[in-house]
């Protein structure tokens, strides 16, 4: 059981979160000119658009574009991972599952939160993923050389095994799948050196198993695979420089990884520059601000929180923006700065928002609880608890939540 716990907290913060990330920003270049070194159907206009909707998190828009690709593409392993893109992507961001500060610090296998995926979509997932693994099989089968299948084959893979990671806590799975889609994207790169699309995969594969103890590769499968930190930090960057499906994702991926070894300012950087390029993105800049909380300015992360949650008042500016994960991250972020009055507000407007997952709501509630313990309100603190242990949905909460029922908060 220890052993499970470890590798809970080392795949957390390595496997599911460079994989969180890796679902965070799944886009094309948008520069114009022709490229030899990727697929030729990540150059259509129909694609361009789809992913600009998807940048603005206007998923229901990008999908349309993608399924009209799609039809005019039927056996195009392509087309289907861009659709696959946003429904994975979509299915996440509604159970509120794409704020890396919790892949940073909890441990996955530990937690009690049940993700309860709609069948329909489930399915979806696997069918598109089955189909673009047997179109590729056939198409190599048929040409060994063929580098755009070995990377469509890798991408859908990838994305796959960031599903099974945030939605099923499938760590040794995950890390199978990532496995193949990096020996997927560096046979594409052994056929063409300069596809650099297919590098984020293997970048992501060298930091991480570089990151991760001989133990927990055992646990996972993946020993005598190698890995290189800078190694992986620089395959990133030139994905990020010359990709046109993985640019933006790599970025993403680059930050956190960044982020994980302390090199805030670098990371910082990085997570501005995709808050200023899609700045009707929330996530980016939800994420930038994660990331100051995280250097130690807790004031300047306040000020970006707060910046968004103005910038949500304006018709229109975000198209779909889930507050309640900006409100959650301001409540931290003041708690940390031991304004605990404003915290205690500040969860309950995470809890408060209508769009809310079961799952936050509950975690708000609880930290609100424990704010107005601090606050020596203890009535509204049992209150909070009682809905945090409240039966029925999520009940990753209730045993904490039903010991301060008993005894009142006391830590911070």
């Known amino acids: 059981m220890k052993n499970i716990k470890i590798m809970g907290h080392r795949l957390g913060k390595f496997t599911a979160g460079a994989f969180v990330l890796f679902l965070l920003a799944m886009t094309v270049r948008t520069s114009g000119a022709a490229d030899l070194h990727t697929d030729p159907l990540n150059l259509d206009p129909m694609v361009r658009d789809g992913f600009q909707h998807f940048y603005n998190l ?115 799975g995950a890390a199978r799948q990532g496995y193949a889609a990096r020996s997927d994207s560096e046979q594409a790169l052994k056929i063409d050196p300069e596809y650099a699309d297919a590098k984020m995969a293997v970048g992501i594969q060298q930091f991480a198993v570089a ?80 990331l100051t909380k995280d250097a130690g300015n807790g004031p300047g992360a306040i000020a970006i929180y707060k910046q968004v949650l103005s910038d949500a008042q304006k018709p229109g500016y975000f198209a779909d923006a889930r507050l309640q994960m900006v409100w959650f991250g301001l409540a931290d972020t003041e708690r940390g700065q031991n304004d605990i009055f404003d915290a205690a507000n500040d969860y309950v407007n995470a809890a408060q928002q209508p769009k809310c997952s079961d799952w936050l709501r509950k975690r708000a509630q609880l930290n609100a609880g424990e704010m107005f313990d601090l606050l020596h309100k203890r009535d509204r603190a049992i209150q909070l608890y009682q809905m945090a242990a409240a039966g029925g949905g999520d009940q990753s909460q209730a045993d904490t939540a039903r010991k301060y029922l008993k005894e009142p908060y006391a830590g911070k």
Not at 85 to 111: C, G, M, N
Not at 127 to 153: H, P, W
């Open 58 to 172: 206007d998923y229901d828009g990008s999908l349309q574009r993608f399924e009209t690709v799609l039809k005019a593409h039927p056996q195009d392993p392509m087309a289907m991972g861009y659709v696959l893109t946003v429904v994975i992507f979509r299915e996440l961001y509604h159970q509120d599952l794409l704020d890396t500060t919790y892949y940073a610090h909890d441990s996955f296998l530990s937690s009690k939160r049940n993700v309860d995926v709609p069948a329909a979509t489930r399915q979806q997932i696997e069918d598109l993923t089955d189909s673009v693994d047997r179109i590729c099989d056939q198409r190599i089968k048929n040409n060994s050389r063929d580098k755009d299948a070995y990377f469509a084959r890798g991408y859908a893979k990838g994305l796959h095994a960031a599903f099974i990671t945030l939605v099923d806590h499938s760590f040794a």
């Open 211 to 290: 990151s991760l103890p001989r133990l927990v590769r055992l646990m996972v499968g993946i020993v005598g695979v190698g890995g290189n930190k800078e190694k992986g930090l620089d395959m990133l960057r030139d994905a990020a420089a010359h990709g046109y499906v993985t640019n933006v994702s790599s970025r993403t991926v680059l930050s956190l990884f960044l982020r994980h070894d302390a090199r805030y300012q670098e990371a910082i950087v990085v997570q501005h520059g995709l808050a200023e390029e899609f700045p009707h993105d929330y996530l980016f800049r939800l994420e930038e601000a994660n």
